[in-house]
T-cell receptor, first 111, second 113 residues
Framework: ELKVEQNPLFLSMQEGKNYTIYCNYS?????LYWYRQDPGKSLESLFV?????AVKQEGRLMASLDTKARLSTLHITAAVHDLSATYFC???????????FGTGTLLAVQP | DAEITQSPRHKITETGRQVTLACHQT?????MFWYRQDLGHGLRLIHY???????NKGEVSDGYSVSRSNTEDLPLTLESAASSQTSVYFC????????????FGPGTRLLVL
């Protein structure tokens, strides 16, 4: 059974600091997704990582995938308050586009 | 613009009642999914469909059913609502291509009393 673990579950950080959210998964998969959810809102797609070594960047966020280590990271550079949200990683569960989600990381960026 | 909508956005019901949550997408996507979101559990897959007349059980399907009679709609039915089904429900769709992410609806907050 595929399991997806994120850590930390909660992250409080100051504006301007850097940090990394980790996403580990238990079985082989070469497709990983990152989503953002604002409080009371829906999920917004951030990144789709499709192969080992894939790296994608958008603004202050950079995501990478190491399929051999079964690990994805979401790196935050010089955090700003607008990045406060819950971030989810999701792994393709084997069947077409069937996603297994991590429990999420609640990020709070303090001014 | 193409979109995915859910209705109702909020629902209060009583235990034992049948409840149907609607999901409608205008992306013309083949794949549609229902998730529930609860604190500490992230999103868990309830049912999914890869096309008309196709439905599949997800990891938490007990007490729920779906039917797919056209491409645009995948209604979720709670046959006999239970308090444990109080949750936020999200519908999502995707085209099914290898690089395709899922697009999520706005969610339905369901309270079962």
């Amino acid at each position: 059974e595929l399991k997806v673990e994120q850590n930390p579950l909660f992250l409080s950080m100051q504006e301007g600091k850097n940090y990394t959210i980790y996403c580990n998964y238990s079985t082989t998969s070469d497709r990983l997704y990152w989503y953002r959810q604002d409080p009371g809102k829906s999920l917004e797609s951030l990144f789709v990582l499709l192969s080992n070594g894939a790296v994608k960047q958008e603004g202050r966020l950079m995501a990478s995938l190491d399929t051999k280590a079964r690990l994805s990271t979401l790196h935050i550079t010089a955090a700003v308050h607008d990045l406060s949200a819950t971030y989810f990683c999701a792994v393709d569960g084997g069947a077409t586009n069937k996603l297994i989600f991590g429990t999420g990381t609640l990020l709070a960026v303090q001014p | 613009d193409a979109e995915i909508t859910q209705s109702p956005r909020h629902k209060i019901t009583e235990t034992g009642r049948q409840v149907t949550l609607a999901c409608h997408q205008t992306w013309n996507h083949n794949n549609m999914f229902w998730y529930r979101q609860d604190l500490g559990h992230g999103l868990r897959l309830i049912h999914y469909s890869y096309g008309v007349q196709d439905t599949n059980k997800g990891e938490v399907s007990d007490g729920y059913s779906v039917s797919r009679s056209n491409t645009e709609d995948l209604p979720l039915t709670l046959e006999s609502a239970a308090s444990s089904q109080t949750s936020v429900y999200f519908c999502a769709s995707s085209s099914g291509g290898s690089q395709e992410t899922q697009y999520f609806g706005p969610g339905t907050r369901l309270l079962v009393l």
